[in-house]
């Protein structure tokens, strides 16, 4: 069991399934981040920078007029990860792994990006903490991400094109798998979500299981008790096991992922895969076995999400051992049930909300009358939504004619 733990299995889910030469780097840093976790000097430090330099604890805030609106019988708390440094809760993983190749003593950080934040994070904890940055992204993403490119320039990384493939983040990633099987002796991969080949679900989890740390402390002072039911997007899905790590021993606290239901279910402009929808099945996606969006071929399926960090084909392999031990419920938000969610957090908190983040508020609004009398519901705000407001006026735009 232990042995298996440490070969990061989920039930049945994650492992490694990587080439030959890359099983030693992951070794290494399986290795290393043991101990890293174990000398107070690197935590201590970490510590430190989570709360001077990305401004956490983050608050939990009582969304009194959402309550209302929902009809006033549950209390609803969002967990601000929005108030971050950088907009959302991805500098907490991508400061710790910064760390985490400084304490190994490499030099260089490399990471994949789709629409540019995981990108950015890195680049600014590359940028903190003084090392050469890589970020791959592919070249109808870096088109559509202007303004990020231009970010992470001004921070100091180089954004590498990645024409090959859709020229989006699944080629990304397996462009910045190549570069490290050249580079890993002074190279660190920075894995952006709870994906990946073991160990990464496991280092980018437990980084972010800060969140879920801080929430439960805070909302039993605020409510007296814990939640009955804990809400969060899922793209990756790191916000969401940050969030649910501290919960998952409480029977009674009801954990909620929400995945991008796009155009529909029907079709396969979605990123359901854990909703059970005739394209999601088990699979071997970037070095993890979990489930995957794929067409009955094994041909991995393209992805369509209003938002683009909820729009990838697999699923961080705890969320599949979640999903299959029945100890979480995942459901979806359409991309037009996102967008009023959107819309609904800016008019009555004056929250402008990251579009991902939109899809758990919607999962609030959907089950507004579900709510148990005097319940307490918690949604996890993973980032802020200023990067979206093309894309809103866009959907809004298009929605209308
Ligand atoms: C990237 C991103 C997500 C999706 O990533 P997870 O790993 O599933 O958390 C969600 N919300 C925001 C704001 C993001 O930037």
Redesign the pocket.
Same mark, same amino acid.
């Given at each position: 069991m232990g042995a298996r733990a440490n070969r990061g299995y989920f039930g049945r889910f994650g492992g490694a399934f990587a080439p030959e030469t890359l099983m030693p780097a992951l070794a290494e840093a399986w290795e290393a981040y043991g101990r890293f976790r174990a000398d107070e000097r690197w935590q201590a430090e970490y510590a430190r920078l989570l709360e001077t330099y990305c401004g956490r604890a983050t608050p939990l805030y009582e969304a009194v007029n959402l309550g209302k609106r929902l009809g006033g019988r549950a209390r609803v708390f969002l967990k601000r990860?929005?108030l971050n440094h950088t907009?959302?809760?991805?500098i907490t993983n991508a400061l710790g792994q910064a760390l985490l190749a400084r304490f190994m003593g490499k030099g260089r950080l490399i990471a994949e990006t789709?629409?540019g934040?995981?990108g950015v994070a890195t680049a600014t904890a590359a940028a903190l903490l003084g090392m050469e940055c890589d970020i791959f992204m592919g070249t109808v993403d870096m088109e559509r991400q202007l303004p990020n490119v231009f970010r992470m320039n001004l921070l100091g990384a180089r954004v590498v094109p990645v024409p090959s493939g859709g020229k989006t983040l699944k080629d990304a990633v397996n462009e910045a798998m190549r570069d490290w099987t050249r580079t890993v002796r002074d190279t660190h991969y920075a894995f952006? =979500? !709870?994906?990946g080949p073991h160990p990464f679900p496991t280092i980018?989890r437990d980084f972010?299981s800060v969140i879920g740390r801080e929430c439960r402390a805070q909302v039993k002072a605020a409510a007296g008790k814990l939640p009955d039911e804990v809400v969060?997007?899922?793209?990756?899905?790191?916000?969401?096991?940050?969030i649910f790590s501290a919960f998952i021993k409480d029977a009674g606290v009801k954990l909620v992922g929400v995945e991008a239901g796009g155009r529909g279910l029907r079709g396969a402009e979605h990123a359901a895969r854990l909703t059970p929808s005739a394209n999601s099945r088990p699979g071997i996606l970037h070095g993890s076995y979990s489930y995957v969006l794929q067409d009955k071929d094994g041909q991995i399926s393209n992805t369509h999400s209003v =938002? !683009?960090?909820?729009d990838y084909s697999a699923v961080?392999p705890e969320h599949s051992h979640l999903f299959e031990s029945g100890r979480a419920a995942y459901t979806y938000a359409t991309d037009k049930e996102a967008v009023g969610a959107f819309k609904a957090l800016c008019e009555c908190e004056g929250i402008i909300p990251?579009?991902?983040?939109s899809h758990a508020v919607a999962y609030a609004i959907k089950n507004a009358g579900k709510m148990k009398k005097g319940s307490v519901v918690v949604i996890n705000l993973?980032?802020?939504g200023d990067k979206d407001i093309d894309s809103v006026a866009k959907f809004l735009g298009g929605a209308a004619s």
């Open positions: 990860e929005d907009g959302a809760h991805k789709g629409a934040q995981h952006g =979500s !709870a994906l980018v972010q969060a997007c899922v793209g990756g899905g790191s916000n969401a096991i940050g =938002s !683009a960090g909820l961080g990251a579009l991902e983040s993973s980032g802020r």
